[in-house]
Each structure stands twice: as C-alpha cells, then as structure tokens.
C-alpha cells in the first residue's frame, strides 16, 4: 500500500489574505496577453470607456444643479434655459450609461479569453502531471476548484475591475468636487462617512469569511462524496449501502446547512449597519447644506447636487459587502485553480530529451530498482530484455510487481536505479510523447468514455476512418456484436462503459490498440474478464496483431503465455525462473506449482459445470 505524500495542492490550501496578491498578479499576463496586440488595445479602450462613463457621472449632477438654479432664479426662462439643461442632463445620463456598455462590450472578448486561456492551461497541466497525484486526487474537489476558478475571474474582472475600481475614482472626483465648490467639512464628512462605511464593511465581511469558507470546504466535501458514490453505485448496491452513502453526503450538508445559516444571519447585521452609517453620514451633510441655503452662501441647486452626489456614491457602496466577499471568495476559487499550476509534475522531459527512435522495439529492464514509497522497494534488481519482434511473458502472484514494469516501460514513474532502455536508448532521455506512442497497452481494467463505441475505438487513432475503425473490430472479434445493436458503432456505452459487458469492454480496449499500431504491444492481463469461448478467440486475434511486435504480456492465467518465447517468473520484486513454457514446467520450480494449481482448478470447475448441466 502507498502512503500518500501530502502534495503542493494540499500543502497550500488555508492560505489568508497573503496569498490574494500572488492570485491577481498570476491572473495579469493573461489580461495583458503578449504578442496579442488586439486584446491590449481592447483593454486600453476599455479603461478609457471607464473613465469616461465616470467623469460624464460627475458632471451629470452639476448639470442637474444649473437647471434647479434657473428655475429657481427666473420661472419665467422655464421654456429656454431649464429645457436646454434638462436635455443635457437626459444627453449626459445617456452618454454615461452608453460608456459603461460600451466599456463591457470592449472587455468581453479579453476577459473571456482570459477565462479560456487559463481554463485550458490548467487542464493541459492536470495531464501533464504524474500517475502519483492522479492516483492520490480527489476527482470531485479537483474538478469543483476549475470550474469554481473560472467562474472567479469572470468576477473578479466584473466587480473588481469594473465596480470597485470606478467607484474609487468616483469618490476621489466627487470629493475633489466638493472641496473646490464648498467647504472643507462637505469634503471631510464624506470621505469620513465612506471611510468608517468601507471599515465597517470589510471588517464584519472579513468576520463572516469563516462562514463562507467553511461553506465552500463542505460544498467540496458533499460534492465529492456524491460523485465518488455515484461513479462506485454498483459496489454500493452489492453491500446495500444506499443508507450509508446517503448518511454521509447528508453530514456533509448538515455542516453546509449550519455555516450557510450563520452567513445569512450575520449578513443581515451587516446590512443593517451599512444602513445606519449611510443615513447617519447623508443626513450630516444635508445638515450642513441646508445651512448654507439658509445662510445664503448655498443655492437650491447646491442642496440638490450635495444630495445626488452622495446618493449616487452610495448606490454603489450598498453592494460593497457583498463585492468585497465575492471578490475574496473570487480570489479563494482562483488561488485553488491556479495552486494546481503550481503542482509539480513528477516525470519532466530533460533538456535534451529526444522524438524516440524506434528501430525494432527491443525492450531491455537494466537492474531495475523501484519502490511507490522510499521505505518499501517494489522491484529489485530486476532485469531481462525482450528483442525486437518477440514475445515475452511476465508472470507471478498478485503484488509481485507485474503491473509496476508496464508503468515503468510507460515512464509514468521513474526508476530509482538501473535503466529502462528501449532499442538502446534510456527512456529518460527520450520525450514522453514519442515514448507512449510508440506503446500500445490492453490494461485489466479497461475504463472508457462515456461517448460511442466509435469513439471509443477511434481513440487510439484520432481521426481514423470507419474502415479502419471496422478493420479493428473484426480483429478483436467486436464487430459482429456491434454491427447486432439497434445503433450500432453509435452506440453509447455509458459512465465508465457500464453499458457494456467486462468482456465486450475489453475487445473495445483491444480493438483501441489495435488501431493505434504501436511497435510495442502490452497486455495487462488483457483476457482476464473474457469466458474460456471468447479468450481463445482473441487470442489467434492478439498473435496476430503481435506478429512481428516486440510484446510483453502481463498475467496471472498461465494458459495465456505457453506460446511466449521467454517466460518470467516475478516474485517479491525479483525474477526467481525464466524459459519457455515446456522448460519451466520440467524444471519443476514455481511456475510448474503454479500451473498445477491452476490446471487443477480449471478441471475442478469443468467438473462442477457438468454436474450442473
């Protein structure tokens, strides 16, 4: 059994504030993307819409302003003066909602690429990194951190960019206003007003974040207990846990249910307050203009434009709490998403790595040592080649470290001592790309995707004919089934290729490779869920399709393997017999017990079958 090693992913999570410069300063490049002068200048012209958006918002209360004053100062101008500022008001109104649109539409295809860019770059390097943390992940928390991440940017860039950033300048402009216009006090009462409403906001907000964050840990937590017990539904069904399962995710959302409660409740405290500094601050002010107008020092329409100053900076300051904890929330999802950028990948192409020159496919374990972990060594010593063109059979009880020699010959880990070479040449120094095509493998547990039988065999060729997808088939004896169903190659064959039998997955997985025509073949245990019928019929199919193949089979049946040219016994790590299949049995060793259990079995069965019948 591995013993999991705490990863980058896991190490990080919990991080505070600290960590929310690191996630906008790793979001920017895509916002300023080099080499797409396009996109720059959409960001420019965007900023300058935003600007402008903000300056007509300032000026549309002083113009409010002058059309009070002529009112009040002469009624009798009301046909030409008021009417000429009132249309300027409307014009002004128009132009600064028409800037705001604007700036969106300009945005839009920058922070939608943004979106794309980082989306795909952390779905390229999920794929890039090992079998280790693949192994290890969570499939539902992974999965809920991309789509939570993307989601995050799109609004950080809505809010953050396009709600708190404007309304900052706002205020400093309306400030300014006021501090040239009126008194100093106008000034100070407001930027004190918008000071102690900003305070209290982000500290109660800060607060409540607990709440949110323990929503979102159970949120995860209930995801993945329900993906995980969905995707195993039949093992639930054979022990009858349908309780069991539904008691756990139920946990998962009572917890969920508890903190979603505690945050509506605290939210509406800080509704509350913000309403209270809000009046407290409109009312100060409206106090101090009223002074003037009854002093003298101050029109009507000043009053009017103090008020819709004010008004108009607290509209947007209303929504400030909640901005702010999406925005942290934001910053959270995104810090998740690109944490997993900052996974290392395990197995790195070198330097100087090499395309694979592949000139017969001779495989060749050079005292091979490896272990999962550093306290236990899974293969010792190992060695054996397997030349061009043959076949080489490796057998054992489970545990032995069969499957581990096909992850190694794959470079999904590397050894800790030795070398595995194939016609000459250390994997480590040849690109993992030009490695894992050169290598066709048929596993023992054959997973496939939730999409047609086509797709599935076209897998191994992207982009193949239906001749050749057919070709394939006929040779892993699939065709005539699928050609019987209702849909035939459209067939769908469901979550993991439920839909279909063990046996008829694995002809799926062996027509797959064989379309992909790899110079060296692996057969995992590649008859394992097939009937005696079936078996011998693939088998004449994969001598075929081995024929002039360096092949390696893996395999617990010894029937499998009597044609190979070489045959390994593998135990505890170490190759303890090798021969052919006759030389081995006389030899009267390991495998010759091995075949005698099995053959013993294999005749106990055939006579149970018999009495049965």
């Known amino acids: 059994m591995r013993i999991r090693t705490p990863s980058t992913y896991d190490k990080a999570r919990g991080l505070g504030p600290s960590a929310d410069w690191t996630t906008i300063r790793s979001l920017l490049p895509y916002l300023w993307p080099p080499g797409e002068a396009r996109l720059r200048l959409r960001v420019v012209v965007a900023m300058a819409f935003l600007v402008a958006a903000k300056a007509v918002g300032v000026v549309v209360p002083l113009i409010y302003k002058q059309a009070v004053d002529a009112l009040t100062a002469k009624p009798d101008m009301i046909v030409v003066v008021p009417i000429a500022m009132l249309l300027a008001y ?42 280790r943390f693949h192994l290890d992940r969570q499939t539902g928390g992974v999965s809920r951190a991309i789509e939570r991440g993307t989601k995050g940017i799109e609004f950080l860039l809505q809010f953050m960019l396009f709600n708190i950033i404007p309304t900052l300048l706002e205020i400093a402009l309306v400030t300014a206003v006021l501090w040239a216009l009126y008194d100093i006090s106008f000034a100070l009462i407001t930027a004190a007003t ?89 009312t100060l002010v409206m106090i101090q203009a009223a002074k003037g107008v009854a002093a003298g020092t101050m029109t009507l329409g000043d009053f009017v434009l103090v008020n819709a100053y004010l008004v108009q900076l607290y509209m947007p300051l209303n929504f400030l709490g909640f901005v702010y904890r999406e925005i942290k929330q934001s910053l959270t999802d995104m810090e998740s998403m690109f944490r997993l950028l900052r996974e290392n990948a395990e197995i790195e192409d070198s330097a100087h790595a090499r395309p694979l020159d592949l000139k017969g496919g001779a495989v060749s374990f050079d005292d091979v040592h490896f272990g999962y972990d550093s306290d236990r060594e899974i293969l010792g010593g190992v060695g054996f080649t397997v030349p061009a063109g043959r076949t080489v059979a490796i057998v054992g009880p ?77 040779l892993a004896r699939i065709h005539d089934f699928v050609t019987g169903l209702p849909q035939g190659y459209d067939t769908r064959v469901g979550e993991r290729g439920l839909k279909l039998s063990g046996g008829e997955k694995q002809r799926v997985a062996i027509a797959r490779t064989i379309l992909k025509a790899p110079g060296i073949l692996i057969f995992d245990e590649a008859t394992s869920a097939l009937d005696t019928h079936t078996e011998k019929e693939i088998q004449v199919s994969l001598r075929e399709v081995s024929r002039d193949r360096t092949t390696l089979i893996v395999a617990h049946r010894l029937s499998t393997v009597v044609d190979a040219d070489e045959i390994l016994v593998l135990d505890h790590g170490r190759i303890v017999e090798r021969g052919r299949h006759d030389q081995l049995l006389a030899a009267g060793g390991a495998y010759a017990g091995m075949w005698k259990k099995q053959q013993e079995a294999a005749q106990l069965q055939e006579r149970l079958a018999t009495e049965l019948a």
Not at 223 to 236: G, M, P, Q, R, Y
């Open 398 to 474: 489970s545990g032995a470290g069969k499957s581990t020699i096909s992850r190694l010959l794959f470079r999904f880990y590397d050894v800790h001592g030795g070398a595995v070479r194939i016609d000459g040449q250390d994997i480590r120094d040849v690109t993992q790309a030009s490695l894992r095509r050169a290598i066709g493998i048929v596993p023992q547990d054959t997973v496939l995707f939730n999409d047609s039988i086509r797709y599935n065999i076209a897998y191994g060729k992207p982009g193949a004919s239906q001749e050749e997808i057919e070709q394939a088939a006929r």
């Open 194 to 282: 918008i000071a102690c409403y900003v305070g209290f906001t982000l500290g109660v907000t800060e607060w409540r974040t607990k709440y949110r964050r323990t929503m979102n840990e159970m949120d995860s937590e209930a995801s993945t207990k329900a993906i995980d017990s969905l995707l195993n539904f039949e093992t639930v069904k054979y022990f009858c846990n349908e309780d069991h399962e539904s008691g756990r995710y139920d946990k998962a959302l009572a917890r969920y249910e508890g903190a979603a409660t505690k945050s509506k409740v605290t939210l509406s405290m800080l509704n509350m307050g913000q309403g209270a500094v809000i009046a407290i601050g409109l």
């Open 90 to 131: 409307g014009v002004a109104r128009i132009l600064g909602g028409a800037f705001g649109e604007l700036r969106d539409i300009v945005f839009a295809k920058v922070a939608q690429r943004a979106i794309r860019a980082v989306g795909l770059k952390v779905f390229k390097h999920l794929h890039r990194l090992g079998l």
